[in-house]
């Protein structure tokens, strides 16, 4: 039976994050081969218009790196509920690739600024770190962007959205997010790590829109279909 040190401790000696298998000296990016070739990658395209009507007039463009799979869903899992925030080392160059990718694809110009969806002071002090921020921060050093820390601010601590049903997170978001300054003019990219409903990121992209961003990109690691199994 392999206890948790014994885990971790393999994790951080070079075996990939999802099989912990050894890795190879050829092997540099977290993942074997084998893992790295299974992940679940989405095609570069917008996904907004899969989202309900009421996040049609918020938000330019939503863009995610990876379905919403087992494998998927093993990663994000262990990145906000087991205190594995150095995952993000593997998991930004996964959205960054994407990213490169979709830009291309439309040909709209990069954002102007990179902000981090928002949680809560007591999430944040019960999980240690905003996985969100440390994605956005990772994204914006990679991609030579700039990362406003505190831009967008959350009103109140709302339930936790993985425990709401896909309406129930529209009710919840309404209104829930604050700009702290004047965005007037700017396009911004909101980065988060799971993207569902999309209530969360149009609630941001709302906010920012009142505070004059002219517009507002969502960047996640993880797209859900409506079908799929339980979300974080």
């Not at 000296?25 to 095609?43: I, S, T």
């Not at 989202?51 to 995610?64: D, K, M, V, Y």
């Not at 700009?179 to 409903?197: H, K, N």
């Amino acid at each position: 039976m392999v206890t948790l040190p014994r885990f971790f401790a393999k994790l951080q000696t070079g075996c990939c994050w999802l099989c912990l298998l050894p890795l190879k000296a050829n092997e540099h990016n977290g993942f074997c081969k084998a893992c790295f070739a299974d992940l679940p990658r989405l095609p570069p395209a917008c996904l907004h218009w899969r989202g309900q009507r009421q996040a049609q007039s918020f938000g330019r463009h939503w863009f995610a790196a990876l379905a919403w799979q087992a494998e998927s869903r093993h990663l994000v899992q262990r990145y906000k509920f087991h205190r594995s925030p150095e995952l993000v080392r593997w998991l930004a160059p996964l959205m960054t690739a994407q990213l490169i990718a979709c830009y291309q694809k439309y040909q709209v110009a990069w954002p102007d600024l990179i902000v981090a969806m928002p949680m809560t002071r007591k999430r944040w002090q019960r999980r240690g770190y905003n996985q969100a921020g440390l994605l956005a921060r990772a994204l914006a050093e990679q991609l030579q962007l700039p990362y406003s820390a505190g831009l967008l601010r959350r009103l109140r601590d709302e339930v936790a959205q993985h425990k709401l049903g896909r309406q129930q997170r529209w009710l919840s978001m309404q209104q829930a997010m604050h700009c702290t300054r004047d965005v007037r003019g700017l396009t911004i990219a909101v980065v988060d790590d799971v993207l569902t409903s999309g209530a969360s990121v149009t609630a941001a992209a709302a906010a920012l829109q009142r505070r004059g961003a002219k517009a507002v990109d969502a960047w996640t690691l993880c797209y859900t279909e409506p079908h799929a199994p339980g979300c974080v």
